[in-house]
């Protein structure tokens, strides 16, 4: 195998952009909150089919927040979600038992 001289001098622009690489993976796994784009391509889907299934399965407050009017997605609630929808029944349930609690509170 012969390396031309001319290539070794890529070698460099070529680290930075695997270290870059690298960091945007490592970003992607351990930030919670995502964008349409961001979670889009943490699913592998299109951002048109992040927004049907927003409107279809995600609840706002759980699945995700707006914003300044900019959606965010709950990384941890997407996973749930993909996972199994008994989590999602729970928080749910969750939601309503703490909805229910003050709204006995505020009528005191």
């Known amino acids: 195998m012969t390396i031309e001289f ?4 890529l070698l460099p622009q070529m680290f930075a952009l695997i270290e870059k690489l690298n960091s945007n993976l ?7 909150w995502l964008s349409v784009k961001e979670l889009a391509a943490y699913l592998s889907y299109s951002s048109d089919r992040i927004y049907k ?3 279809e399965h995600f609840i706002e407050g759980i699945h995700f927040f707006k914003k300044s009017g900019k959606i965010l997605f709950d990384r941890v609630a997407i996973d749930s979600w ?4 008994d ?11 703490v909805d229910n609690i003050l709204l006995s509170v505020s009528k005191i």
């Open 82 to 85: 993909v996972v199994g929808k």
């Open 87 to 97: 989590t999602l029944e729970t928080n749910i349930q969750q939601r309503q038992i």
């Open 6 to 9: 001319e290539s070794l001098k």
């Open 53 to 55: 299934i927003k409107e």
């Open 26 to 32: 490592e970003n992607m796994h351990t930030k919670r």
